[in-house]
């Protein structure tokens, strides 16, 4: 049972495009939503992270906006670029620092 | 430079052998944890333990066993009662305490592991 649902499997963009993942959750009890980007045979490395009492949260290009009411949270990548191309990962944890990960996206910036 | 290093990076094993998995910590993190990757269905989590000398069953823990009896070392042995042990294997660790900004895991590079 996955705590941690994310959208889309898949994407392709345009370089310069927006990529939009999306993640929803159950628990009201986690309080850390971090994003983690993977590399073909490399582990995954911290991205960019939000606490739920911000909404949103930029560094560089990338954005984090979280909705809890709703429960969920996005990562939006602004002016995608081929470097951009990896896995992204996003997760949540509470009070018992366990990551529960969603299944990620493979996103693909095409020149 | 602290980080968490795996190794090896691809391990075959035979049928019905055990295998174990090192991975080591300079970060001087308490916790550490064992994720499973499998295309499609992102991070498992395997055992984690947060001091020395605990750990924790996680989410597909039978197959599996760890020790924990140093503070930077969390190895795997992956035994032959788990019967699809091909993956790619990441270790991870977290400050595992205090605030917020020690929520975040550091992985390792991983093991790629295949039954031959």
């Known amino acids: 049972q996955q705590q941690v649902k994310q959208s889309p499997q898949s994407l392709i963009v345009q370089k310069g495009g927006i990529s939009i993942i999306n993640c929803a959750y159950e628990?009201?009890?986690?309080?850390?939503f971090p994003w983690y980007q993977q590399f073909p045979g490399k582990g995954p490395a911290l991205l960019i992270a939000?606490?739920?009492?911000?909404s949103e949260k930029k560094e560089g290009r990338f954005t984090i906006s979280f909705n809890k009411s709703a429960k969920q949270f996005s990562l939006h990548i602004m002016d995608s670029q081929p470097g951009d191309s990896a896995t992204y990962f996003c997760?949540?944890?509470?009070?018992?620092?366990?990551?529960?990960f969603g299944a990620g996206t493979t996103v693909t910036v095409r020149a | 430079d602290g980080g968490i290093t795996q190794s090896p990076k691809y391990l075959f094993r035979k049928e019905g052998q055990n295998v174990t998995l090192s991975c080591e910590q300079n970060?001087?993190?308490?916790?550490m944890y064992w994720y499973r990757q499998d295309p499609g269905q992102g991070l498992r989590l395997i055992y984690y333990?947060?001091?020395?000398?605990?750990?924790q069953k996680g989410d597909i823990a039978e197959g599996y066993s760890v020790s924990r009896e140093k503070k930077e070392s969390f190895p795997l042995t992956v035994t032959s009662a788990q019967k699809n042990p091909t993956a790619f294997y990441l270790c991870?660790?977290?400050?595992?305490?205090?605030?917020?900004?020690?929520?975040?895991?550091?992985f390792g590079s991983g093991t790629r592991l295949t039954v031959v």
């Open positions: 991870a660790s977290s400050s595992g305490q205090g605030s917020s900004a020690n929520y975040g895991y550091t």
């Open positions: 628990n009201t009890a986690f309080d850390y």
């Open positions: 939000i606490r739920p009492d911000v």
């Open positions: 997760a949540a944890s509470s009070n018992d620092y366990k990551l529960s």
């Open positions: 970060l001087n993190h308490d916790a």
């Open positions: 333990s947060q001091i020395v000398n605990d750990f």
